[in-house]
T-cell receptor, first 114, second 110 residues
């Protein structure tokens, strides 16, 4: 299916466990982003990537790791989950062409850390 | 750093009524994006504004960017239940990122 997908859609884990959230896009967009959405904070950027093997920190990167070995995949790993990482996580991609930066969003992953 | 403030934070409107949501930036806007989010789902792009005074419409939703390019408004005419959701504005920032407002939650009363 064309578009941007995230898996899993829902995840419950325990404090201290490692969790990986997957993101896959079929448009070959160069740019990909991970956000978290929390009540009262809107969308906050965790990490972003301009191309395969190029990633950079966003506003709230602590406790998260990303990789991008292929253009279409951008997994986000919580190395040792904490309760404060309970959130809804959105992946997005963009072609960012000539100053036009429409971002296409996945459906989100709702993560609960107990 | 640039900040986006949305107002109101939430809005309850009778079906059929008009409404306006505002997005105000602390700095000049070079690209302003409006998105809608249905509860429990991802964000859907509505429209993008770049030029001062620009106005775009999609069905019953109209967005404007003021001449000074520091504020945008989203206006919905004759609201319907399908308009319910969270509306977010995003603005071009450095390094091909967008910064985001906190969102406006819209409830339509039948």
């Amino acid at each position: 299916d064309a578009g941007i997908t995230q898996s899993p859609r829902y995840k419950i884990t325990e404090t201290g466990r490692q969790v990986t959230l997957m993101c896959h896009q079929t448009w070959s967009h160069s740019y990909m982003f991970w956000y978290r959405q929390d009540l009262g904070h809107g969308l906050r950027l965790i990490y972003y990537s301009a191309a395969a093997d190029i990633t950079d920190k966003g506003e709230v990167p602590d406790g998260y790791v990303v990789s991008r070995s292929k253009t279409e995949n951008f997994p986000l790993t919580l190395e040792s989950a904490t309760r404060s990482q309970t959130s809804v996580y959105f992946c997005a991609s963009s072609a960012w062409d000539s100053g036009y930066n429409e971002q296409f969003f996945g459906p989100g992953t709702r993560l609960t850390v107990l | 750093s640039q900040e986006l403030e949305q107002s109101p934070q939430s809005l309850i409107v009778q079906e059929g009524k008009n409404l306006t949501i505002n997005c105000t930036s602390s700095k000049t806007l070079y690209g302003l994006y409006w998105y809608k989010q249905k509860y429990g789902e991802g964000l859907i792009f509505l429209m993008m504004l770049q030029k001062g005074g620009e106005e775009k419409s999609h069905e019953k939703i109209t967005a404007k960017l003021d001449e000074k390019k520091q504020q945008s408004s989203l206006h919905i005419t004759a609201s319907q239940p399908s308009h319910a959701g969270i509306y977010l504005c995003g603005a071009d920032a450095s390094n091909y990122q967008l910064i985001w407002g906190a969102g406006t939650k819209l409830i339509i009363k039948p």
